[in-house]
């Protein structure tokens, strides 16, 4: 089955500063790899996609990067604010998601 | 529209006892899927419903885990015989369709302890 690796587990940045969040999957049939970030006690909330036919995607912030013959992704987040402080997850799915293991995004003022 | 619910938000049991955790997914919603998400931990796929297809169990820990869903519609996950390391936050999440690329749908959890 398909195997999520995300790196780094907990990210620490200062406000304004980038962050990227790391995935590497395993099965190269996966197709659609989307991110959701889960705020302390909510749900987990999709926040961008991107499926295996595309590079690059991007949304004001955030943009998300596809490199299939490596089986990465990343995420990426420019200009962050204190509010982007969350757990990120990145998952692969060519049907069922598998996530990775999170990771925990401080953004300090 | 309403989005995914579940019920109860919380629940204690004791060692033992068998507990049920329901789903309501977003009207029109053909796939669900139930998750566990222990402290600090990734979301870890449990059994995936789509339509009137037999379900994708793979994800199921033990054979005291089992899950239904009546009419297509609202899902009942049920742990037999609960243990101490069957705490977790149980998510239930809903799509369009079971199609790859159909956004998930998270619903508010449900945090199970048991005693």
């Known amino acids: 089955g398909e195997n999520v690796e995300q790196h780094p587990s907990t990210l620490s940045v200062q406000e304004g500063d980038s962050a990227v969040i790391k995935c590497t999957y395993s099965d190269s049939a996966s197709n659609y790899f989307p991110w959701y970030k889960q705020e302390l006690g909510k749900r987990p909330q999709l926040i961008i996609d991107?499926?295996?036919?595309?590079g690059e995607k991007k949304d004001q912030r955030i943009a998300v990067t596809l490199n299939k013959t490596a089986k990465h992704f990343s995420l990426h987040i420019t200009e962050t604010q204190p509010e982007d402080s969350a757990v990120y997850f990145c998952?692969?799915?060519?049907?069922?998601?598998?996530f990775g293991k999170g990771t925990m995004l401080l953004v300090s003022p | 529209g309403a989005g995914v619910s579940q019920s109860p938000s919380n629940k204690v049991t004791e060692k033992g006892k068998d507990v049920e955790l329901r789903c309501d997914p977003i009207s029109g919603h053909t796939a669900l899927y139930w998750y566990r998400q222990s402290l600090g931990q990734g979301l870890e796929f449990l059994i995936y419903f789509q339509g009137n297809s037999a379900p994708d169990k793979s994800g199921l820990p033990s054979d005291r885990f089992s899950a239904e869903r009546t009419g297509g519609s609202v899902s009942t996950l049920t742990i037999q015989r609960t243990q101490q390391e069957d705490s977790a936050v149980y998510l239930c999440?809903?799509?369009?369709?079971?199609?790859?690329?159909?956004?998930?749908?998270f619903g508010p959890g449900t945090r199970l302890t048991v005693l």
């Open positions: 991107i499926r295996s036919n595309v």
């Open positions: 999440a809903s799509s369009f369709s079971g199609l790859a690329g159909n956004e998930q749908f």
């Open positions: 998952a692969a799915s060519r049907g069922t998601l598998t």
